[in-house]
C-alpha cells in the first residue's frame, strides 16, 4: 500500500509543468516591448463578458444566447435573472446586448426586454 503512494507521488514529480508566462498567456512575442498581442478564445470572451457585466450592472448572467463576431469586437445575447420570486416561474428575466471590442473589454450593454421566466418568447421566427 505505501509503494502505491510512493510510486503515485514519483509519477507526479515527472509531470512536466508549465510556467506561469505560459499559463496566463503573457509571454513575450518579441514585439520590442510592446504589450503582447493575446487572442482569447470564445470560451475566455464569454467568462470576461460575464464577469464585466455581473459587475457593471449588477446581474447575474444565467446563459448566453448568441454570440458572434462584428465590425468592432463581438456582439452576445445575455439572459440575465432580474428579480428572483417564488415559485421560480414568476421570476423576472432581462435580455441584454452586450459589445466587447477585439480584446475582450466590455464597451458597452443595453437591457432589450424583460419577461417572466418560463413565458414563451413573444417574438417569431420566420418572418411571421
Partial sequence: MSNTNHASESQDSHKPQKSQESRTGNEDSGNGGSAPTHRMSPVQL??????????????TAESVTSFERTDDGWSLEVEVLELERVPDTM???ASYLVELDTEGMLTGYRRLRRYERGRADGRRSGGQ
Avoid at 464569454?46 to 446581474?59: I, K, P, T
Fill in 91 to 93: 421570476s423576472l428575466m
Fill in 46 to 59: 464569454l467568462r470576461e463578458a460575464r464577469a464585466q457585466l455581473a459587475e457593471l450592472a449588477g446581474v
